[in-house]
């Protein structure tokens, strides 16, 4: 099997079984067999990384910046194997996804990454010169990072925007692989592990695992050597994790589950009903609906404009092919949100079934209610659906579309499409001022697929989309305070304080 990366080395698992990936296409098993580590691994992993962590430091900004600068070159240089790779496990095409955006992104956020441990600006010193009292951020600590089946390279456990936060503070990363793409991980974690020899920082800054046992996972969740968890799935797994980690106080980050709702407001409809018609099907569809930002629930005021827009995505819905997604994990998930969602009212308008073609497959699916059967049922009708699925909530009126707003479960984004010529301005203004306490970010007139690499940007958002609505996972450098600790330094001698607290 193939070998974990512990310590610095290379070195043969500790496993009891393996695991393959698979050909979204075919379903059929693909490449090397990948080792599922026993709790002895976790252990020296754990060990490695709590070395490497005090280790760390007395490493300056600029030695972990040059870390992430060489990462990145190294993955800029390898990017058409490691791009190919990464089609042969996802089947998301080589181009433009792979090649033209998600690589040239992750390049980008490490790079953006380096500048931020350069500068040290997430450190936000303060310093009372009266008092002789100073404080700033510095490192927490071992962070066990876990990353998603849907973004292989940009929210890759070993190169994506949680392990980059984390490195960028100076903590030590024991990564865990998605066993959706764990040949694309190894390519990723050899170019880390050379450009962190590269850099002359610690064997165990950056350590791989390609799977765990789940009593294993949470057992290193919970352990008094770790610092923090960063996780990106699915709500169920993710909530296994925090109990894990809340069990001992260890902070945890997760994004989990978000529906991103779309309310398209009369005037809109009227103004462009097409667009929006061929704006929603391309979100929910683009990449088989496997983004976390996947407009899974869209809100129509009742009248003949509803049933047009419906009719015009149910026929988008069927006129384009069934995609292929990750795995046979997410094919069994829709199938049990479909059938959460019509027990709790919903009515199938096109799809709801596997698929028939060949390989990992669900047929794309829309669904409707209404808005008073939404309203006597909300948490049932916002079950997750991974995959290319939403929901059509057609209310009575403005006033309804508000009281549905209010009863949305803590999600990514919340979408408001209004007219342009003030028409909608009034309930529009009322419908974002009730989505604004239950979304990170808040959008208009477009679809909430794509986060921007911005300072400003917040890729979070309240329970159940995240478990904490402090923090995002993407936007440097409010990423990195997730794992730093606010250091205070108390009549501490000049000599003995951070360079950036110095007078």
Not at 291 to 300: A, E, I, Q, R, S
Request: proline share 7%; net charge negative; glycine share 10%.
């Amino acid at each position: 099997m193939t070998p974990v990366l512990i310590a610095g080395e290379w070195v043969s698992a500790n496993a009891k079984r393996g695991f393959r990936a698979h050909d979204p296409k075919t379903s059929e098993p693909i490449g090397d067999e990948f080792p599922v580590s026993d709790w002895s691994d976790c252990d020296a992993a754990l060990s490695a990384a709590v070395g490497a962590a005090e280790a760390l430091e007395a490493c300056s900004g600029d030695q972990i910046a040059s870390f992430l600068d060489a990462y990145a070159g190294g993955l800029a240089g390898n990017a058409e194997a490691i791009c190919r790779q990464a089609e042969e496990e996802t089947a998301l095409p080589y181009q433009p996804r792979l090649a033209d955006v998600e690589m040239p992104r992750t390049v980008n956020q490490l790079r953006l990454a380096a500048e931020a441990a350069r500068v040290g600006a997430w450190r936000a010193p303060v310093v009372d010169a009266a008092a002789n009292i100073r404080s700033c951020y510095g490192p927490l600590g071992p962070v066990f990072v876990l990353g998603p089946n849907n973004f292989p390279l940009a929210f890759n456990a070993v190169s994506g925007g949680d392990f980059a936060a984390a490195i960028a503070t100076g903590n030590p990363v024991i990564a865990k692989a998605h066993p959706a793409h764990p040949a694309t991980t190894r390519l990723l974690a050899q170019a880390a592990q050379a450009a962190a020899a590269e850099a002359g920082l610690p064997a165990a800054s950056v350590q791989l695992l390609y799977g765990v046992e789940n009593e294993h996972g949470l057992r290193m969740a919970a352990d008094p050597r770790l610092a923090a968890v960063a996780f990106t799935g699915s709500r169920p797994a993710g909530l296994a994790l925090k109990a894990a980690a809340d069990a001992v106080g260890k902070p945890i980050y997760l994004e989990m589950s978000s529906v991103n709702p779309v309310f398209f407001l009369p005037g809109a409809v009227a103004e462009r009903r097409d667009a929006l018609i061929e704006e929603l099907a391309g979100s929910c569809l683009m990449a088989a609906g496997q983004f976390c930002t996947c407009p899974n629930l869209f809100v129509l005021h009742a009248g003949d404009d509803a049933e047009a827009v419906l009719q015009g995505v149910q026929d988008r819905f069927q006129q384009r092919p069934a995609g292929a997604l990750f795995a046979e994990a997410v094919v069994r998930g829709l199938a049990s949100s479909i059938a959460s969602l019509k027990a709790a009212g919903a009515e199938v308008a096109c799809g709801g079934a596997e698929a028939g073609d060949a390989g990992f497959r669900f047929q794309n699916t829309l669904l409707k209610t209404t808005g008073d059967a939404f309203l006597a049922n909300p948490a049932a009708l916002q079950t997750e659906a991974f995959g290319p699925v939403s929901l059509a909530v057609v209310v009575r009126d403005g006033e309804q579309a508000v009281q549905v707003a209010r009863h949305i479960e803590g999600s990514l984004t919340g979408s408001i499409y209004s007219s342009t010529q003030g028409d909608d301005d009034a309930l529009a203004l009322r419908l974002q001022q009730t989505l604004r306490r239950r979304v990170g970010r808040l959008i208009n007139d477009k679809m909430p697929t794509g986060v921007a690499v911005s300072p400003a940007m917040n890729h979070g958002g309240p329970f159940p989309a995240t478990g904490n609505p402090g923090f995002t996972a993407v936007g440097i450098p409010a990423s990195l305070r997730r794992f730093a600790k606010l250091d205070c330094y108390d009549n501490v001698r000049p000599a003995r304080l951070p360079a950036c607290l110095a007078d």
